[in-house]
T-cell receptor, first 112, second 115 residues
Framework: ETGVTQSPTHLIKTRGQQVTLRCSSQ?????VSWYQQALGQGPQFIFQ???????GRGNFPPRFSGLQFPNYSSELNVNALELDDSALYLC???????????FGDGTRLSIL | QKEVEQNSGPLSVPEGAIASLNCTYS??????FFWYRQYSGKSPELIMF????GDKEDGRFTAQLNKASQYVSLLIRDSQPSDSATYLC???????????????FGQGTILTVHP
């Protein structure tokens, strides 16, 4: 069974740029959630995708957007990057919205 | 009041002791509760989940849930140095009439098990 995979593992960008992060869900999982984890904090919910539709959103501005594809993989896009966007971005997949969520290894994004 | 609060750490216990990690939550309607372990520089790893009041045991780990007190705990018996990590309590919530599952995390408790 393949777990959740994320790419890239590390990324360095400058303010104002745009970034796309990718996630492949665990085999058999149709729900993908994205979280942002700042240093020393718990992860914060960004949004969730279920069957290619956004299925809920946390308190993040519209410059955070996403997609889910027919194979249930997902992308997180962030426009107009700000210094505070520096964080570990985590993707989690689950069998449905109420099942335990399993995390990928994350993408560490640094904004200079 | 924070939605999910964990006892402030760091927590230091000797090898072989019981480590007790605590968590309270504010949404009385919450139904599902999770404990994740996160090693430094790594992503969270699910170690326990509990849905019903009472205790749930898995190896050296026991999760305890008291919905009336809005309290969740994790006990780690026979603690090992390899248990040293940050432990995150998470509560699954839903918004309004939607069916999505949003995990709300506490800030984490750093556990150190010393030989």
């Amino acid at each position: 069974e393949t777990g959740v995979t994320q790419s890239p593992t590390h990324l360095i960008k400058t303010r104002g740029q745009q970034v796309t992060l990718r996630c492949s869900s665990q085999s058999g999982h149709n729900t993908v959630s994205w979280y942002q984890q700042a240093l020393g904090q718990g992860p914060q919910f960004i949004f969730q995708y279920y069957r290619e539709e956004e299925n809920g959103r946390g308190n993040f501005p519209p410059r955070f957007s996403g997609l889910q594809f027919p194979n249930y993989s997902s992308e997180l896009n962030v426009n107009a990057l700000e210094l505070d966007d520096s964080a570990l971005y985590l993707c989690a997949s689950s069998g449905d919205s109420n099942q335990p969520q399993h995390f990928g290894d994350g993408t560490r994004l640094s904004i200079l | 009041q924070k939605e999910v609060e964990q006892n402030s750490g760091p927590l230091s216990v000797p090898e072989g002791a019981i480590a007790s990690l605590n968590c309270t939550y504010s949404d009385r309607g919450s139904q599902s509760f999770f404990w994740y372990r996160q090693y430094s520089g790594k992503s969270p790893e699910l170690i326990m989940f509990i849905y019903s009041n009472g205790d749930k045991e898995d190896g050296r780990f026991t999760a305890q849930l008291n919905k009336a007190s809005q309290y969740v705990s994790l006990l780690i018996r026979d603690s090992q140095p390899s248990d040293s990590a940050t432990y995150l309590c998470a509560v699954l919530g839903q918004a309004g009439g939607t069916s999505y599952g949003k995990l709300t995390f506490g800030q984490g408790t750093i556990l150190t098990v010393h030989p």
